[in-house]
């Protein structure tokens, strides 16, 4: 499953790289601007910090004209992004304009099954499946998830489904048993997959017993 963290901070991108087990970076119109930066420099910077990953970068305009040519000034400033479109009617139609021309596209904002099909249609890149705004709604976000993966592989779509709104690594965990090929999510969440008490109790004792033993992996 690819790993893609969801931000609009540089500073995030770049920890999260330093692993390298990042694939790509999604942002959206209010994580640019919680970053307090301008919109392309932020993109540039986050292309540079993972290079060969795919960077989602958001479309705005509501209407198919505007949002062709916006979609169309995002595209050309690095080959990595990925142009971000909402599922609305005319962004379903920008998808199929922008496919069509073998630019990747990331469709965002989708909730049923039903959307997931406009958007595998169109030929989207990936399929951004919202779960945590889902569970506040007191509904289980992760049953549309699990219908778009069975969708995408029963009728052998290209689309990539990536379970966006992560909010905790039980989203990751029922994220990999749905199927699905991506899961974007924040730092925060990236940085507690790594944690568990008993490896950091298991650890504690390996060091103790080796450092009582007086060993040296170098010895003189
Ligand atoms: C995905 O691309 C979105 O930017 C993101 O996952 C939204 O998450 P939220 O519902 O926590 O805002």
């Known amino acids: 499953m690819k790993l893609f963290v969801d931000t609009g901070d540089i500073e995030e991108v770049k920890r999260a790289a330093e692993w390298g087990v990042l694939d790509g970076v999604t942002t959206n119109p209010t994580l640019i601007a919680k970053s307090g930066k301008g919109f392309k420099e932020t993109v540039l910077a986050i292309c540079e910090a993972v290079p060969g990953g795919d960077i989602s970068a958001e479309v705005v305009a509501t209407d198919y004209d505007t949002m062709l040519k916006e979609a169309l000034e995002i595209a050309s400033w690095h080959p990595q992004i990925v142009v971000k479109v909402p599922l609305i009617e005319p962004g379903v139609r920008l998808v199929k304009t922008l496919s069509d021309k073998g630019i990747k596209t990331n469709v965002t904002l989708v909730f049923t099954v039903g959307q997931a099909l406009m958007a595998a249609k169109a030929g989207a890149t990936y399929i951004s499946n919202f779960v945590g705004r889902v569970d506040d709604l007191a509904t289980d976000g ?57 490896t950091d109790s298991g650890l504690q004792r390996f060091l103790d017993d080796w450092n009582k033993a007086g060993l040296s992996i170098f010895e003189k």
Not at 143 to 157: F, H, L, R, S
């Open 142 to 198: 992760m049953n549309a998830v699990t219908e778009t993966v069975e969708m995408v592989a029963t009728y052998g779509y290209r689309s990539e489904v990536l379970v966006a709104s992560v909010r905790h690594p039980l989203h990751v965990l029922q994220a990999i048993q749905s199927g699905a090929h991506v899961a974007t999510m924040p730092l925060k969440v990236i940085e507690a997959l790594f944690k568990h008490p008993l």
